[in-house]
């Protein structure tokens, strides 16, 4: 059984099932899945995960919403990725927070600081039965403003997908040993405010074709609902 997020209801306008209010958002039991809308923001998405796994047995967990694309990642409105590995970037200092001397988490005796990777053979999977790309993602709280500061952004985290909650995501799951895997859906190039560059009907169509597969109970075993 799926654990399905995302950041907003109007990400998941195709998910069919059975409505339920968690923390006063959208929540639905579908064939194979349990949904929730987490609310935007890091802490929105650590908050309804942790949340939902105190009182509910999570066998594996995936985030999906809409993206922007940085600047040199080639990727473009409606492309779809996999997220391999989340950088938090707000955490810390500007350098992240090594410089400051505490990891962010520390798990079977290795430290993180401001990286965080999703579940690695979960993510292969998807990957390869759902043929898409594995990239690295950057979250903060404040989305970049214009393309000089995403582009900042790109080149010092090495990221190609910017987000406001997929760090959070990966945090918690690794924090509490759920297998966790995030699709995003690009919307936008990343620092672009000019909301006619955006195109969200197109990443959410694109979401809804790539995440068919789970909601027909049709992934190969290992992967299935
Ligand atoms: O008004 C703006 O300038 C603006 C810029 C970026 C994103 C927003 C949103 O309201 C979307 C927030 C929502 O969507 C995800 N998202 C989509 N594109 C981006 C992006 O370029 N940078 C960061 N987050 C993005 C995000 O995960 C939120 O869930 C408004």
Request: with cysteine.
């Amino acid at each position: 059984m799926w654990l399905l997020l995302s950041p907003t209801a109007l990400e998941a306008p195709f998910l069919r099932g059975e409505p339920f209010a968690f923390l006063g958002r959208r929540g639905l039991r579908g064939e194979g899945f349990v949904y929730l809308e987490t609310g935007v923001g890091k802490v929105n998405a650590a908050l309804t995960l942790a949340a939902w796994a105190g009182r509910n047995p999570v066998e594996k967990a995936l985030l999906f919403g809409i993206a922007g694309a940085y600047p040199g990642s080639s990727l473009l409105p409606g492309d779809v990725v996999l997220v391999g590995e989340e950088v938090e970037a707000d955490l810390g200092t500007q350098e992240g927070l090594k410089p400051l001397g505490f990891p962010a988490l520390e798990v079977a005796g290795k430290a993180y600081y401001n990286r965080f990777p999703l579940d690695s053979s979960l993510t292969r999977a998807l990957a390869r039965v759902l043929d898409l790309q594995v990239v690295v993602g950057l979250t903060r709280d404040r989305v970049s403003e214009n393309p000089g500061e995403a582009e900042a952004l790109a080149s010092r985290w090495g990221a190609q997908v910017e987000s406001m909650e997929g760090a959070a995501f990966a945090r918690a799951c690794l924090a509490l040993g759920i297998p966790g895997v995030e699709v995003r859906a690009i919307s936008n190039p990343a620092g672009v405010r000019d909301k006619g560059a955006w195109r969200i009907p197109l990443a959410v169509r694109s979401l809804e074709g790539t995440l068919a597969p789970i909601l027909g109970g049709a992934f190969p075993a290992g992967l299935q609902g």
